[in-house]
Each structure stands twice: as structure tokens, then as C-alpha cells.
């Protein structure tokens, strides 16, 4: 008995050391996965990729056809420019600031553009050791059709901009803040909506951390390392990428979460898109964690759907995703063949156009699709400019941050103004 009883003492204890053992390597492992992605979203955004300067530019590919008929517009970060362009690929209208870098252009009704801009910041790719950017470089202008600048206000806004029916703007910002929840020490940038005037005065901003304390349920946040891209290190908390005003749904079953006037943000170190509500002050809906890395450019369809690009941060491919957000479904999603072939890091963009075809932005390898809801490519772009003077005939590719599409009567009808 007493050997019976040793036998199973000894098989328990090497149950539970194999046990602790592998749970051990488990907690390593998932500490060197999160690890490994802190690092890759601490990256700085690729200002251009490797390219054969001899390889075709221009519209590559064109079903004339199938291809959905109006202008597209695309931001070159390091060139400080954004041009708007025609399917065919003419010139049709080009702001710059040369020496600055843009990180965002949004084309408005009246034919004017607002930019979301760093001063002096485009240099080279990194813009300063370190990929360091001074909060005081940042800026929010308005040009109008002949690039004429109307007004330029100095903010900490980045990455997206957009035009309310009132006339008004909501841009993303952030603020840095000592958050003890967050980090004992360092700062978290907190992330901010905020509106403004037509004049580029701010009106009201909303912090993002204090609507996710209102509503932890509504969106759950998960652990991010630190990151010293910024003035000094922070937590660079949320990283969000873009913003869009929510229309009125015209499918059978509305969602309720995505009511007209809320705002729909993509939340690149979050892993997520949330809906925000501007009265209550707090996020109501949120998916995505564990689905996609490094989201970009969340939109809410007509259907009641929501479109975005999913950069694959970790795995190294990109897809565009349709979900129902309703039951957290994919229902339609477009990656390349093979997989590897269509893949950005940072930046990138999905916009569903209005012949059902999807507009794309493989932003670092300055490459922009459309492609048909059964993954037809009907059009291809691909950015003809170098980037960096030290990269001049040694084949580095500008990076684009989106290819926007607009509509004909759009166009025109700002251009008329």
C-alpha cells in the first residue's frame, strides 16, 4: 500500500509540475505575443516601401465598366500633398505644403480642403531621431480650391477629420494625462474628439478614457505597453485612426447602437471599433478583439453593416472586413492571393463605393484597388512619386494614407463654388 500511495504522490506532483510547467510557458508566451506587438504598433508609419523604379505607375488596371465612374483623392505624408485624381488617373486639382507633413485630407463640399498637418516634419521618414514629433509641430488648416490657405490653427489633432451638417469640423486629438489606472508613471495619451468652429475654433473636445470609465462594458480595454513615439514616452492608449458621423440606416432591421449622429471610430492599439454617443458621453457598442490587428477606417453601411480595414498587425496581411454588428458575424471579407500579396502595416483604407464595389489603400506600398463584392480587381493604383532625398532612383516607393472616392456631382459642385 505504502508504494501504491508513493506511486500516487508521485504522479500528482509531476501532473502538477507538468501543469505549472506549461501554464508557465503559456504566460511566456503570451507575454513575449503582447511584447512583440507593442513593438510593432511603436513603430514608426512607413514613409515608402522597397520598388522598382522601372515598375508601371499610374492606373496599372482599369475595367472601365466595372469600375465605379467619379475622383479619387490620396495624401502623400512626406510630400506634404494631396491630389485629386480622375479614374483614368488625370490630374485634376493639387494642394502641398512642401516641407511639411500631412497625415490627413478631407475634400469638402464648397471644394475646399482641410488638412490635418506637422510642420517641417517631412525631412526623411522618421522626421527626427527616434521617430520623435513635437506636440508644438501639429496643426489643423483649411485650403480652399486653389490652395489658397484660409486659416491654420496649431492642435495635438491627428490622423482623421470631418465635416458636420452644421458646418462645424470633429477631428481626433489627444491630451496626455497621468492616469495611475493606466500607469503609475509615464503619461497615457488620451485620445479626444473634438469639435470646431468653421474657423478652426475649438468648440468642445470629449476624452476617450473618461468615456470608456462611464460604460467599462461597452468597451473593454486591454493592456498597452509603452511607446516613444511622441514628444517624450507615453501609453499610447488608443492610437485611434478615424472618425465618421453615423447616417440613417435604410436596411430591414436598423441597429439600434448605430442610431444616426453617433460617431463610428476605428481604435488601431485597442483592436477595435466603437460607436460613440455624443449626448450620453460614452461609448454603447465595441467589436474586434481577437478578430483583427490593427484596425483603420471603421465606416457604418448603408445595410446596418460596418465596413474596415483589418491591417493584420502581427500576422502580415491585410483584409477589408464587413461585419453585422449585431451578432459580431463576418459576412464579407477580401484579402489578397496570395494572402501576403496585398499587406500595409499602418495606415490603409476601405470604403464602400456606391456600385458595390470596395475602394482600398495598401497605404505603405503606395497602392490603392478596387475590387468587386466577389473580389474582382476592376482597378489599380499605384503611387508614381519617391520619397526622402536619400531616396531619390534608389527605389523607395511614397507611402498614400487613403484613396477617397467622390462622386462626380460632388466634384463639380465644389469645383462651381
Known amino acids: 500500500m505504502a508504494c501504491a500511495m508513493l506511486l500516487a504522490v508521485t504522479m500528482v506532483l509531476t501532473t502538477t509540475l507538468a501543469t505549472g510547467c506549461a501554464q508557465k510557458e503559456r504566460h511566456t508566451e503570451a507575454l513575449s505575443e503582447q511584447e512583440r506587438l507593442d513593438q510593432l504598433r511603436s513603430l514608426p508609419y512607413a514613409g515608402g516601401m522597397p520598388a522598382a523604379a522601372s515598375a508601371p505607375t499610374g492606373i496599372t488596371q482599369l475595367i472601365a465598366d466595372r469600375a465605379c465612374a467619379g475622383f479619387r483623392l490620396y495624401t502623400i505624408p512626406l510630400l506634404g500633398r494631396a491630389d485629386l485624381i480622375t479614374l483614368d488617373g488625370d490630374l485634376v486639382r493639387r494642394w502641398e505644403e512642401p516641407g511639411d507633413r500631412w497625415e490627413r485630407a478631407e475634400l469638402l463640399a464648397d471644394g475646399s480642403l482641410v488638412v490635418i498637418g506637422m510642420a517641417g516634419m517631412a525631412a526623411s521618414e522618421g522626421g527626427l531621431p527616434g521617430s520623435l514629433i513635437p506636440d508644438s509641430v501639429r496643426y489643423v488648416m483649411k485650403l480652399d480650391a486653389t490652395g489658397e490657405r484660409l486659416w491654420q490653427r496649431p492642435l495635438l489633432a491627428h490622423h482623421d477629420i470631418t465635416a458636420t451638417a452644421e ?21 497615457t495619451r488620451d485620445d479626444q474628439l473634438t469639435l470646431l468652429g468653421a474657423d478652426g475654433a475649438v468648440l468642445q473636445s470629449r476624452s476617450f478614457y473618461d468615456a470608456v470609465h462611464a460604460n467599462p462594458a461597452g468597451f473593454p ?8 513615439r511622441g514628444e517624450r514616452p507615453w501609453i499610447d492608449l488608443f492610437h485611434t485612426n478615424s472618425l465618421e458621423l453615423i ?15 453617433r460617431i463610428i471610430v476605428s481604435v488601431r492599439h485597442q483592436d477595435r471599433v466603437a ?21 483603420h477606417d471603421a465606416h ?22 464587413e461585419v453585422d454588428p449585431a451578432s459580431g458575424e463576418i459576412v464579407w471579407t477580401w484579402q489578397g492571393s496570395p494572402r501576403e500579396s496585398f499587406y500595409t502595416a499602418s495606415k490603409g483604407s476601405a470604403q464602400r463605393l456606391p456600385n ?8 505603405d506600398r503606395g497602392r490603392a484597388l478596387e475590387v468587386t463584392p466577389a473580389g474582382d480587381v476592376v482597378w489599380e493604383f499605384v503611387c508614381p512619386e519617391f520619397v526622402g532625398p536619400e531616396f531619390v532612383g534608389q527605389g523607395k516607393r511614397a507611402a498614400i494614407v487613403r484613396m477617397t472616392h467622390y462622386s462626380n456631382q460632388f466634384v463639380r459642385t465644389g469645383q462651381a463654388r
Do not use: C, H, M
Not at 447616417?247 to 449622429?261: E, S
Open 167 to 187: 458646418g462645424e469640423l470633429l477631428v481626433i486629438t489627444f491630451a496626455r494625462r497621468q492616469i495611475p489606472a493606466i500607469d503609475a508613471t509615464l503619461e
Open 221 to 228: 480595454l486591454q493592456k498597452i505597453g509603452p511607446s516613444d
Open 247 to 261: 447616417a440613417a440606416q435604410t436596411g430591414p432591421t436598423p441597429n439600434p447602437f448605430l442610431a444616426a449622429n
Open 275 to 295: 460607436v460613440y454617443d455624443w449626448a450620453a458621453d460614452q461609448f454603447v457598442w465595441s467589436w474586434g478583439e481577437g478578430e483583427i490587428s490593427g484596425p
Open 300 to 321: 457604418v453601411l448603408q445595410t446596418g453593416n460596418v465596413l474596415l480595414f483589418d491591417n493584420g498587425l502581427g500576422r502580415e496581411w491585410s483584409r477589408a472586413v
Open 356 to 363: 458595390g464595389n470596395t475602394l482600398l489603400a495598401e497605404s
